[in-house]
């Protein structure tokens, strides 16, 4: 097994979160403003986008976006993280900008 391979593996084991099923946690996967944004503008209102900050020093793109009604969800908007919660119906300007705001935010 090549040292690629094995840090590919690694990476995926580190990324699963510990449970009955071992499922990946939804914090993981950070994306562009661009992409939350088209998240966004197809999302109700009764499935609305969850969207945190994950500050990295290595990535440019500090945010992650998931599903916002999901119990998983739900327990971790409790968190100093969350910045809030985006349908189709919001002014999309007002959102962008807060993404941007967050996106440049560092603790």
């Known amino acids: 097994m090549t040292v690629h391979k094995r840090k590919q593996i690694h990476k ?3 990324c699963l979160k510990l449970s009955n099923n071992a499922t990946t946690s939804p914090l993981t996967r950070r994306s562009s403003i661009k992409e ?3 998240r966004i503008e197809v999302a109700t209102k009764e499935s609305p986008i969850a969207v945190f900050r994950k500050v990295s020093i290595i990535s440019p793109n500090n945010l ?3 599903f916002g009604d999901t119990v998983t969800t739900r327990k971790l908007i ?3 993280s969350f910045i809030g919660m985006f349908n189709s119906t919001m002014s999309t300007k007002r959102t962008y900008e807060q993404l ?3 996106n440049r935010g560092r603790n």
């Open 78 to 80: 409790t968190k100093k």
């Open 12 to 14: 995926k084991h580190v």
């Open 36 to 38: 939350i944004m088209g």
């Open 64 to 66: 992650v976006a998931v």
């Open 100 to 102: 941007v705001i967050a």
